[in-house]
């Protein structure tokens, strides 16, 4: 049967990673995002606004996709703000195809506060979680945005008789300019400041990160998982966690980042160094660099997102994820982590987006 998938978030880490693996596969992919995405010219574009239901529905009535993948969120100041935000986009969406009743399945990207609760109460005592984390454990007594989406969903997918799947990575690693979480990216901005001005690549975080096993989750990896789910019955109605499959320590992996940008590597120093504020004033540095080596984003604010990185760079324990759920149904993709950073290094170098 012809496979139309609607990709919500498309200009994201998430959302972009995902198209490519969708158009690798042979689907036909539509693209829905507040801009059209530079670099993807196969896919057909809708403009739209998640949070405007009339203009949604108008600009979706001639859109019957089989497949949704939710890849987007809008960060907001308190976390009763981000649950009645983003529970909306996910139920504008929703309802704006509902009358098509062509939508088979929803896949729903949320990600790891799923287990250590929302910015407000990060990885707070009251509510650090076993790990590895598994998709068994229950919800926190906690309010968080991603549950909210998730209500969204199982209540359209009760409505509209479609399945879906919850997919939870760890922290992104790719390519995405604008974006709200973007750990990789920042950490090779920062390296460039340090190079460009010889200060130290000092790692920021905590004593539990630097020392502790962790992971992260590569945007391709992230994608093969979703179109695996898609295409796989046994995945319906399942949540499932998704990372590279290997380990790391920050303290392994710290040197190794320095050393592609040639600078000095300096490890947790007893305290936690918060990023945000040792490149609170780097902008006009940036704006600097850029001109100097024709780089073509010269927002600072638009390539690092330094106080995401610190929260998780800044966790007082570590952090593993199991991914059992989709290893027992058969999902056998695997991704080097040093291999995943140096990727999006060479790829932000040769996109000009640092030196």
């Given amino acids: ?94 309802d704006a195809l509902s009358s098509h009743k062509s939508v088979r399945h929803v896949a729903l990207v949320t ?12 990885a707070s005592s009251g509510t650090l979680p076993d790990t590895p984390l598994r998709e068994s454990q229950p919800r926190l007594a906690l309010e968080i945005f991603y549950y909210a989406q998730e209500d969204e969903v199982y209540a359209a997918a009760e409505r509209d008789r479609f399945t879906w799947t919850i997919h939870r990575p760890h922290t992104v690693i790719g390519l995405a300019v604008g974006n709200a979480m ?29 020392n502790g096993m962790s992971d992260v989750t590569d945007a391709r990896m992230l994608a093969k998982q979703l179109v695996w789910a898609a295409d796989t019955d046994a995945s319906r109605n399942e949540a499932f966690n998704i990372v590279n499959g290997d380990v790391f320590r920050w303290s392994w992996l ?22 945000e504020a040792a490149m609170a004033n780097d902008a006009p540095l940036w704006r600097d660099i850029a001109a ?23 966790r007082p324990l570590e952090v ?18 040093d291999t995943s950073f140096f990727d999006l290094f060479e790829r932000l170098r040769a996109e000009r987006l640092i030196p």
């Fill in 1 to 94: 049967m012809k496979r139309t998938a609607l990709v919500v978030g498309v200009t994201g880490i998430g959302g972009n990673h995902a198209a490519r693996e969708l158009l690798a596969q042979g689907w036909d992919v539509i693209g829905l995002s507040r801009r059209a995405p530079r670099d993807l010219p196969q896919v057909r574009h809708i403009a739209a606004d998640l949070l405007d239901p009339a203009a949604l529905g108008a600009a979706l009535k001639d859109v019957a996709p089989t497949h949704v993948f939710i890849t987007t969120w809008m960060r907001q100041d308190t976390e009763a703000e981000n649950i009645r935000v983003n529970a909306a986009l996910v139920r504008n969406l929703l």
């Fill in 111 to 122: 990600g790891l506060k799923h287990y250590l609760g929302p910015f407000e109460a990060y």
């Fill in 182 to 210: 973007n750990l990789g990216t920042t950490l090779a901005v920062y390296a460039t400041i340090c190079k460009e001005t010889g200060r130290p690549f000092q790692f920021p975080g905590s004593a539990a990160q630097w």
């Fill in 292 to 314: 100097r080596h024709g780089l073509v984003e010269a927002d600072l604010d638009r390539l690092a997102s330094a106080w995401h990185t610190d929260l998780d760079l800044g």
């Fill in 320 to 337: 593993m994820t199991d991914m059992s759920n989709s290893r027992r149904l058969g999902f056998t993709a695997y991704q080097a982590t």
């Fill in 254 to 275: 710290w040197p190794k980042l320095a050393a592609f940008f040639g600078v000095e590597a300096a490890g947790f120093n007893g305290t936690v160094q918060p990023l």
